[in-house]
């Protein structure tokens, strides 16, 4: 017998001890994952020490090191160590933190963290807050909290009516939102055919104008989500000239800020993020650029009063506490992970000045892989990083647009291939790129120039090969 939290360690640490010489991209085939893991379902129970042991090995070979520093896809990072460690003991006391009577210890840790979290990134003190898991959730949570509140202004009570018979809802954004946003809207049963595009400029930022246009016919029920940071460029809509208007029309406003609320808690880029505490519910990751392990969102609502009465359960039997925050009155689940113990250990871990610092950091290397990349021969950075996130499109002399976005992909794959840096693609304002984003706490200077000269073999080798 071998003890299975002394296997889950071993095994742990050779992973993080090994991320700076793995191969940065998962290898195995979904084939090669299925024959090493799969087989009939168990007839009969193994050692757990064992188990443990066979996971690790069958698993590796498919495994990303996005926890490493030459992970730039998506809008992925590593964790913390405080974090990992934190989240660890999350699974070994095992508490069901949707109520204060049956998990004292990490619901008064939500409770700190919430409040923690609301200085960190200036919202009003009196916003309400859950913690979900994920940004897709807390949009869903803050949109509900919406749905509700728009249609109480309409005199329709959604929580015992429902929608039928409803006013609409009508819900602006930008044609540069991302779609989890569509899918909160979906899942709310308002209709994505109930969302309209307010018209953006050149680097998707939303017009005044437009909106002011859109919001001038009689008042009616209206959300409008904006964006602190769009996945390819970083671009901030203008809250302290949209938000107004938008309120001047009895709309209620959210914004998306799963990673470009982080620009909040630096000096060097709060800017940015002037006039976002004029909204009403905010949606932001954990597990992005503060660096936790997955399963970590976080919904902030102005109107505490109306989150509640929105998603609380209130049964008898759960005997809630009232002098006690307890969770499952801001959250959709009962029963639910404890899952802002790892983030108050991050935040103890940082402090104010180690978050801002971690931002800050992401951000130049974000702007020293951009401009490093743009400058190799054959390369052009579509954009001057205001966060960090950035573009960089490959393109080879008299090649058509079609030839081009081909071999930006061409180069992405090769560059994934070595296993010394990882990038995804995505298609801006018409063409290929390859997306440069830069959210974790390990990526340093070194990561920095290794995965530029990495591109630059890569590309002179697709040039040739082309
Ligand atoms: C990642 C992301 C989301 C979705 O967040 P999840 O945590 O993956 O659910 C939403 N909006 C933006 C801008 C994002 O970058």
């Not at 090493?36 to 498919?62: H, R, S, V, Y």
């Not at 390819?232 to 809509?237: A, R």
């Amino acid at each position: 017998m071998t003890n299975p939290l002394d296997r889950a360690m071993h095994h742990a640490r050779a992973w993080l001890d090994g991320l700076d010489t793995a191969p940065v991209g998962g290898r195995a085939t979904a084939d090669a994952l299925r024959d090493a893991l799969g087989g009939p379902l168990p007839e009969t129970g193994a050692d757990a020490g064992e188990i443990i042991d066979a996971l690790a090995a069958g698993a590796g070979p498919g495994l990303h090191a996005n926890a490493g520093g030459r992970f730039f896809a998506w809008v992925m990072a590593g964790s913390l160590p405080s974090a990992v460690a934190a989240d660890w003991l999350v699974s070994a006391w095992d508490q069901n933190s949707g109520m204060f009577t049956v998990a004292p210890s990490t619901t008064i840790i939500e409770e700190i963290t919430g409040g923690w979290l609301k200085d960190l990134f200036g919202l009003p003190p009196e916003c309400s807050f859950a913690f979900t898991t994920g940004c897709q959730l807390a949009h869903v949570t803050a949109l509900a909290v919406a749905r509700h509140a728009v249609l109480e202004q309409a005199g329709w009570d959604v929580g015992r009516d429902g929608l039928y018979g409803a006013p609409p809802i009508r819900i602006l954004t930008s044609a540069n939102r991302h779609n989890t946003l569509d899918a909160a809207v979906r899942y709310l049963g308002m209709g994505e055919a109930h969302m309209e595009s307010v018209a953006t400029g050149e680097f998707g930022n939303m017009l005044a104008e437009d909106l002011a246009k859109k919001l001038s016919g009689p008042t009616r029920p209206t959300i409008l989500c904006l964006n602190a940071a769009d996945l390819n460029v970083g671009t901030f809509d203008d809250f302290a000239t949209l938000i107004p208007i938008a309120k001047a029309a009895g709309a209620w406003v959210h914004v998306d800020g799963a990673f470009g609320l982080f620009a909040r808690t630096s000096p060097a880029y709060r800017a940015l993020t002037e006039g976002i505490d004029l909204a009403d519910s905010w949606a932001t990751d954990g597990h992005k650029w503060l660096n936790v392990p997955y399963d970590c969102g976080m919904a902030f609502v102005r109107d505490a009063a109306a989150h509640r009465a929105a998603i609380a359960k209130g049964a008898a039997y759960l005997s809630p506490s009232p002098d006690v925050r307890d969770p499952s009155d801001w959250n959709f689940e009962l029963s639910r992970r404890a899952r802002a113990v790892p983030v108050y250990a991050a935040l103890r871990e940082l402090g104010r000045a180690g978050v801002a610092d971690l931002v800050e950091r992401c951000c130049r290397h974000c702007e020293q892989l951009v401009s490093g990349l743009g400058a190799l021969p054959g390369a052009r950075a579509l954009n001057v990083p205001v966060l960090n996130q950035g573009l960089v499109r490959f393109e080879r002399a008299g090649a058509t647009d079609a030839e081009n976005d081909a071999f930006t992909d061409e180069v992405i794959r090769r560059t994934n291939a070595t296993g010394e840096a990882f990038f995804s693609g995505t298609t801006w304002n018409g063409v290929r790129a390859m997306r440069v984003s830069v959210v974790s706490w390990r990526t340093n200077e070194h990561d920095v120039s290794r995965s530029i000269a990495t591109v630059a073999r890569v590309l002179s080798e697709a040039v040739a090969a082309a």
